[in-house]
């Protein structure tokens, strides 16, 4: 960490400030001419930023080590391998996969035919929302426990180990048969869900929030991970941008940049980003190409009487197109990143 | 709501359409040269965007109508007047007030000096985290039932009203004591919790989220109004954008905006606005010639020991200054909105 | 035009505004039930949103018509090839051509070099800087007209067209010899410059601005076209959000955007986007699978001794790589689009 | 500047970067546990952040010093007072000035009747556009020299000083009579228009461009200044966000963090940050009691007929009444800031 004082500052007021610095253990670096530069050398992890700012001849803080280390490369270079479900699905490391499903799940006739095409179609983990986060109290919000229910019945019918969000850690108990947990973006600073849901030692699909940074998204994680779980999947889903012609912005730096800070894997969901079917497959493409570990794309059998989000949703046949064209750049580009 | 047509629709395509959507009792009128225009007339709240979006011949759709009823002054002309405690201090409707007090609380000796302190500049309303958002998983959490516990002690020593942020739906137990009710930033879309903290009936002040709208603000308090709780009181606290000079950006401008769209009580929180101590003061100036129903303000004893956002607390003599400055802006300022 | 009245204008009114509306020469449509919906039918492409709002009655006003015409494939649905230099490098509709080039010319032997390099590697047009828009007056500003006639000196030796930035309509003679005018980002609503740019009746490559939507980069190509040159590629270089990782943020999305959009060429510039060399390829193989028309990409024969943006700036050896690569990409998605 | 290496780098890596860097005059600190820290000792206000990164053993820079310094209230500590006409009206350092008018001169009558109105309400400076910067190639672009002409005839008539932007420094001859030149928000970064404007050496009023942050603002102020004019004046116009109830966020903090990094004075433009009349007073009253130097305000005889952003202008009795409004409010918070 490095602190800069103000110009003005004393010889008494470094003395004291460093006095206060070696008392926490951390070694002091002095250097500067103008003003006085503090390098602080030790475990700043377990530092608040604001309390040195508050310290009266400081004029601004700067962090140089990374806050998380759990999720970060420098201590884990290796990349980590989610295993999925029964069938130990991977993602990472290599292994890509297709995550493909409807926004809701709807009935039993929906999820079961849909499940069927996407498996057709290679996908390999069945999505399907039954707690659905919505901006209005009076949109459809989910069939709730029924729809986990008629999720597992899907599993059973097709073998697709089934990802799902949840939104209260007080449905827990209810998540039991769901192979992967999902935390949607407006939950992703939820941190006492994070806390929750880490303790269940299930694998863990974390969306980054619309306003969120990549390296907050990276604590969120390391959330996770500090409560028990080490196999999180991170989602970039589209940041919150001034453009307004798609639902969101996707962020396909992400996938670079994280694969440098994190040995986590990286999925894109291209549904979610634009808003708009027919986007989605140039932006599969896209991220196919520069390497992502998997895509979450919403399929629904009928969009256009879909109960939310049929405006993204991908019609079976169009899917399949979708997957054969993600297989095909995936081998091409395959060794090049 | 507006639906615009691709302009090589056909005449078959339009009247299925109209059909369809006369047969889910909406009035409709068509318009439009090269391209059609379908105005459809109802109350199309509980109609999804993304489902008309996913017909074929549709190009784009607007919406008209607010999507929020009960937060709307359209339909609740009179500003509402929220009354907090059993001291029923009250806010909105002309009615401003104070509230002041730690970011988080830390000891009793902490928190009933500085609940002295800011009763004794005129703060109305003593606030306190025991729980903490924190996005590193290593930081200080706050002191949780024992917090709240040392919030309700120093309410008895002083007799100010108690507000505290609440994070997870399974502490409401907890909170029966606590008088107002805060719904953190990161939380304004944590729908489950909304749903959850409306049913307990109690005043509730909502943080907008770091990258949420006007409207989503709005809607999220929507759902508290509908599930039991009349009493929101709006809180804007900066927003996220491209300026890092202050921590977020703090849009002033949503008081005379929120003023015409609901009759809920608006205050601002300057300290989480700017991150700065010494910004509190004109940030807060500010808010009281524009005309805020109140001002949310971190004041700690010693802020270079606290134990989280030293770096944006003042001081009790800063805070004084503040109020008093305060008073005299919003004596001036009355009569001019 | 949809206006949108307040719900409680008057008959009279309404009148009043519809006569002043048909004295206009428009047509128009009344329909609403609360409040009353008027659609304006006719070319609104002249009038001014603010004056309507402005009108004591009116709540909100949508535009339902695209406020740009030459640049809209709905009036012109052939995707446009721009050809470029002497030589006719073909752009748009089909055909792919890699930029690339120092961000600065700095001496003959570098350009040669550099020009030499990437030609080798399959770039067929030559970008350098010239002037250069610097955020610091105390930083390298180019070479000017020296730069101008290194750039002409390394297209008599290649034979690759040169693009290059032009700041001020002043310098036009000076630009004389140059195969492809670039508008810079900073530029893009420098509307003077646009329409005496548009006057050279020259090819135009325009960067999108840091904040600018991609309506309203069609709007300034629109600028560009309605001065004379229907010969307009647009590029994405990224724009500003809040996340700092990379030095702006790809919007990715706007190539599909902009097809459906736009009949020009659209070309994607991965080195200012990303700011770091090492993602420019990752950068480069997502825009070649999403089917991006162009890349223009900085490549220095000595990145760390380059006089500006070094960081992002490829080796010739490292460029070479990703031609290689994106070749191989496009061949792969050549069809899928 | 503060230089961060990879954790791998070697001793020999270490030495040679030294041995450049001394070599380049700077006075080098090195320090850090895990990773090498190279502190940068001298004036690195001329070394490009760009070139360091692409340094292979650089992991990031970190800039400590400013890079502006003329506009610097570091090395200029008293506020700068700037006379504007020959009536020497003074803004900054405790001079608060009111700046209205039309958005674009008309006629003769209107600017005149406009004038005299504002004049008599307490404005001591006329704007109007003279050439407006209109998204749109299809909109009214003013009336141009004929404009300046108008303006000047109003200057006459009122004996107030005129504010009126340049779009293109070919325009300059046209602007001798104009006694404060405008630099629009989308010229911010027009760096070839602020440096021969700065040679102008009149005083400049520069606006914030909509995506760019105080810092760049700065840089852009210390380009007018390094070419000759002292004079600067910046104006906050509201920045460019996700929220679209206003047209712009008025970003109002940046007139207590531009005190503390400059001595120039600071403006607000209330009608553009909102884009809309009613919320004009509000925002003027906010930026009164926060301490701002001045407010440039749009006033139109008759707003529902301006040939461009009737939406956000006021007619003059709201003016009158806003200005009444500001001047007590000014009056009551002089000595708070």
Partial sequence: MIVILKPQTTEAQINQLVAWMKNMNFEVNLSGKLQTIVGLIGDTTRLDIGTIKAIDCVEDVRRIQDPYKKANRKFHTEDTVVEIGAARVKIGGGNFQLIAGPCSVESEEQIITVAKAVKASGATILRGGAFKPRTSPYAFQGLHGEGLRLLELAKKETGLPIVTEIMDAAHIPLFANVDLIQIGARNMQNFELL??????????????????????????????????????????????????????????????????????????DPSHSCGVARWVKPLSLAAAAIGVDGLIIEVHNNPKCALCDGAQSLTPPAFDDVANCVRQIRACAAGMW
């Fill in 195 to 268: 806390k929750e849901v880490g303790e269940m030692r299930k694998p863990v699909l974390i969306k980054r929030g619309l306003a969120n940074t990549l390296q907050e998204l990276l604590m969120s994680a390391e959330y996770i991970m500090a409560s028990g779980s080490p196999d999180v999947i991170l989602c970039e889903r589209g940041i919150r941008t001034f453009e307004s012609a798609t639902r969101n912005t996707l962020d396909i730096s992400a996938v670079p940049v994280l694969r440098e800070l994190t040995h986590l894997p990286v999925v894109i």
